[in-house]
Structure formats: C-alpha cells, structure tokens
C-alpha cells in the first residue's frame, strides 16, 4: 500500500508548470515544503536518519567546503571493470557482453541509480496541435507543436501532457534525420522565440539554424511537462501519475529516468511523421538534460546518436573520483528526485566505491552505437562539472566499444583544451565557452555526417 499525501498540493505542481526561476518565493517556499516532506519519507522507507547523511561539498570555490578542483588532491580509486562477470569471469565475446554483462549492468544501474520503470505505464496519444511554415533565423522551417497526452483515466486527477516542437527544412522532399533535445520551449512563462539551452553565444548560428541548413531537423521536448523538476512533484507527473499520486518506492524511477522515457514516447510520434527518418534521430541535452540524455541513449535503442552535453556527476563523470560534484550533492534533498530512492544510500551508509556500477558503464551501455561527450572550458564554465572527470568515463568505456567492433576515444590522455577526439565512435570534445553545447555542435555535425551522411 502506498501512503497517499494527505497535505493540498500547490496549484502550479498540479499543472506540473516548468521550475526555473520564474516563480513567486510563496511558489518555491512551498515547493521545498513538498520536497522535505517527499525526503524524509524516502529516508524512512530507507532507514536512514537524517544525521547519517553526509554533507556534500559546495559549488562555489570561495567557500571553505568548496568541492575538490585540483588534480594533485584526486582520490585514488578502483573502476568496477566492465568486461569482468558478477562471478568473476571474463567477458570475451560480443554474444557474452549482450546476453550476460549488460543485463547486469542494467540491473544496478536501474536499481542503485536511475530506478525501474513501473510494469504499466498508461499510453501517450499524440495531437499535432499546430504546423506552420515559418523561419528559424535564415532557414524555411516546417514547425509542428504538439502535445502527448497520457492517458489518466486510472487517476484522472493527475493530468500529463507532454510539449514537443519538431522542425524539419521545410524544403525537404525526403524523409531527413534529426537531433532530439531536452530543452524549453516558449509557454506564458518563456515568452518570446524559442530560447533553447545550447544557443549559439560565439558568433554561431544557432544550433537549430545549422541543423536545418544540413538539410537536418530538430525536436525540443519538455522536460517538465513530463516529470517536475523537484522532489515535490514526486507524488505528480508521470511518476506520481503510475503511483496514483503515492510515494515512490526506494527502486522505482526518479525524473531522468521519467524524462527518458518521454523521449521515448517523443520518438514513437517520431516513427509517424513522414517528415522525420526515424532511424536516424539523435538524443542532445546539457547538464542534468546531459544527463538525461545518457540515460535515454542508454535506455533506448532506437536513439542512433548520443550528444551528451556538460552531464557531470550522475551523467557520464565517474562517480568515485573526488573532483567537483559529488554523490553526496546528488544525493541531497535538491538533486535526489533525479534518481531511485536507493541512490540517497550511496551518500549515507553506504560510499561511492560500493556502488556496482559507475559512468564509464553507463558510456558503455550505450555501444554499439556512437555517442560524443561535450563539456566547456574550466575557466569559464567552472570545475564542478569536472571535464576530466567526463573524459575519464568516455575513455574507460573503451574497452566495450572494442569488443563489439567499434572504435574507442583514440587515447586515455585528457587532451588539450579545444582538441576533437573525433575518430572514433565515442568522442570527446571540450570546447572554450561555458556551460553549454552551443560551441560543439559545428564539430558534432562533422562527426554525425560520418553516420549519416548527407555531409557536402
Ligand atoms: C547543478 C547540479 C548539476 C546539474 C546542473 C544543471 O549544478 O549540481 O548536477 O547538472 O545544476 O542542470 O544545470
């Protein structure tokens, strides 16, 4: 039996409304009301006291606690080997890491880390709301707004409608590939043009402008409107929607999993658009949307690409190295709703170097398929996303690669800022500008071309 949440819930949580910044401080008041109160519950169902969690350090380098950012102080650690067995033995063919690794790796990244998905989750219908011709800076673009309506008739108080944009050249006669982001789209509380994370800031044409001058297409999907950005908005969503508004239990997904899954259901209206070759779709976002897209990369074998941006501890940085972000701050009342409930043990009883997976698994899983990992310039972007640390978790993913035939990083040095490592089907690239995607999409166009052609 789940407990239900007895408490009114906060009208904009109801509407499952975006959370970044735009919000009354009555708003955010009760949003972290709602979420300590989602917390604690987890930390009771996980036994642990709230004393037995361990602080995590700060982001910002001017404070006594600030998070580790030089290499000298770096931990050692050992990686959980990826072609080794649960029983201790190799893993020597391609037929063994599909039918025996991986579905180990699964198992503890679904339960430790990210959380499984319920056995049903209700159906989404998909309504083209709108398509018009219009233009993104230079570029004729067919624009298509649509909502993908969950089916709630098991609990209709909780309402999920997923917002999506898909834009293809509108000169295109054939089906063309596309590059699906976690991003924003406008809504009454993002007025204005489309303003997505990853916009061009060097002088570039936007991301979405250089796509379709390829002859290529884009898609922004909402996160928020599949999942809330907090743990208050747990017992809501998708997630609250398969609970019938209860609590989550420990193992069960939190909202990257919850957001992949949405991109997922994005890529079945996808599947239905003539516009769009659906073979040829790839999977982009920054930050905890970098994250996100690992985790659908990972979760989805139908995404061909991978363009995972800034995605920092919980994404592709290994998790057991003490440099930037830690579990602890993942794992803290403001980052816990990413994950399963579980993940909150590796910041409290249990450490980062007992958990049975780590990023450079999560890399793994993405084989054999291509994926580039992006991040920005410390001296811009700062140090708590640790590009290393990313680049680390690329590299080790190596050896998998290898075995089912594909081409590694190329190397296990960290380059020099600015330099590609685009030979091989995992990639690397650590650009000069901040926290953003938009100075790596030029280099990622001329790795996708490799895959799917269309390049002169
Ligand atoms: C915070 C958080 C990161 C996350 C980032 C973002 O910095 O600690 O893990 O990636 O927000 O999404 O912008």
Known sequence: ?????????????????????????????????????????????????????????????????????????????????????????????AKDWVEKKRPELIDGFEREIYGRLPRAIPAVRWNVVSVRDTMVGNQPIREKILKGIVDNSAYPSIRVEINMVVATPAKATNAVPLVMEFGFIRSPFNPGPIKAIGLGSSGEPAWQEQLISRGWGYAIL?????????????????????????????????????????????????????????????????????KAAVVAMVFEPRFSLGFIGSSGAGGVKILRRVFGEQIENLTSSGEYHWFAGNFIKYGSKLKPDDMPVDAHELVALCAPRPVFISSGSPQVEGQWVDAKGMFLGAAHAGPVY???????????????????????????????????????????????????GECN
């Open 402 to 452: 290898r075995l089912l035939g594909k081409k590694d990083l190329g190397t296990m040095e960290f380059p020099k800022l600015g330099t590609p490592l685009v030979e091989g089907d995992i990639a690397f690239r650590q650009h000069a500008g901040g926290h953003s995607t938009g100075p790596n999409w030029s280099t990622w166009i001329a790795w996708a071309c490799k895959y799917w």
């Open 1 to 93: 039996m789940k407990n239900k949440l007895v408490l009114s819930i906060p009208v904009a949580l109801l509407l499952n409304l975006p959370v970044f910044g735009q919000f009354s401080k009555a708003y955010q008041d009760s949003i972290s009301r709602y979420t300590q109160i989602d917390y604690d519950q987890m930390l009771g169902q996980l036994r642990i006291q709230r004393s037995e969690l361990r602080p995590g350090p700060s982001g910002n380098p001017k404070d006594a606690n600030a998070a580790n950012s030089t290499e000298a102080n770096v931990n050692q650690y050992t990686l959980p080997n990826a072609l080794l067995l649960k029983n201790g033995q190799k893993v020597n063919s």
């Open 222 to 290: 909402e996160p928020s409107s599949i999942q809330a950005d907090n743990g208050a908005g747990l017992t809501r969503g998708i997630i609250g929607l398969t609970n019938k508004g209860g609590y989550r239990k420990p193992d069960e997904w939190g909202g990257l999993r919850a957001w992949a899954w949405g991109a997922s259901r994005a890529l079945d209206y996808l599947a239905t658009d003539k516009d769009v070759d659906v073979k040829r779709v790839a999977i982009e976002g920054l930050s905890r949307y970098g």
